[in-house]
């Protein structure tokens, strides 16, 4: 990929090319301040490999990249914390006014954000942690696609 495609996607110009084999997965990504609040409220202690871009995965290796939603705001509502020693995260619950991210998030079968794993670990467990209840809290989001050039993408930067 060139840098005036990256720049060209990044921006979020109209009619830029994406193809499969550039976004590994779709879902909901957070700035900076928004993870932080995520990593601030943990209620254990982090694991070896901490995850650098904080998300919720929609769909893995989706056919369809959806750009067109990449941007739209998602409302997480944070409900569960759990910590195996291997695995660590949230359970959450997704909202969002756009009826398409909606119905996107609607299809995960658990939804979750993995905040740190152990070196020997999958984040794709994260979903398998027994989820404790904490104190809800909030966090804002944005659509978009995780490439592994460049990171994640929703359109408004990365």
Same mark, same amino acid.
């Given at each position: 990929m060139n840098? =005036?495609t990256?720049?060209?996607?990044?921006?979020?110009v109209?009619n #830029?090319e994406f193809?499969y084999?550039?976004?590994?997965?779709?879902g909901?990504?957070?700035?900076h301040?928004e993870?932080?609040k995520?990593r601030?409220?943990?209620a254990g202690?982090?694991?070896d490999?901490q995850i #650098?871009?904080?998300?919720?995965?929609f769909?893995?290796?989706?056919?369809?990249m959806?750009?067109r939603?990449? $941007?739209?705001? %998602?409302? %997480?509502r944070v409900? $569960?914390?759990?910590?195996n020693?291997?695995?660590?995260?949230y359970?959450?619950?997704? =909202?969002?006014?756009?009826?398409e991210?909606?119905?996107?998030a609607?299809?995960? #079968?658990?939804?979750h954000?993995?905040?740190?794993? #152990?070196l020997?670990? =999958?984040?794709v467990d994260?979903?398998?942690?027994?989820f404790?209840?904490?104190?809800?809290f =909030? %966090?804002?989001g944005?659509?978009?696609?995780y490439?592994?050039?460049?990171?994640?993408?929703?359109?408004?930067g990365r």
């Amino acid at each position: 990929m060139n840098n =005036s495609t990256i720049d060209q996607k990044l921006n979020n110009v109209p009619n #830029a090319e994406f193809t499969y084999a550039e976004f590994t997965y779709i879902g909901c990504f957070f700035d900076h301040d928004e993870a932080e609040k995520l990593r601030a409220h943990r209620a254990g202690k982090a694991l070896d490999k901490q995850i #650098a871009s904080l998300h919720i995965t929609f769909e893995y290796g989706p056919k369809d990249m959806r750009t067109r939603l990449f $941007g739209k705001e %998602v409302t %997480v509502r944070v409900v $569960g914390y759990g910590n195996n020693g291997k695995n660590e995260g949230y359970l959450v619950e997704i =909202s969002s006014g756009d009826e398409e991210v909606k119905a996107l998030a609607d299809k995960i #079968a658990l939804p979750h954000i993995t905040l740190s794993r #152990a070196l020997d670990a =999958s984040s794709v467990d994260t979903k398998d942690l027994d989820f404790a209840d904490i104190e809800p809290f =909030s %966090v804002t989001g944005r659509f978009g696609g995780y490439s592994e050039e460049i990171g994640p993408v929703t359109g408004i930067g990365r």
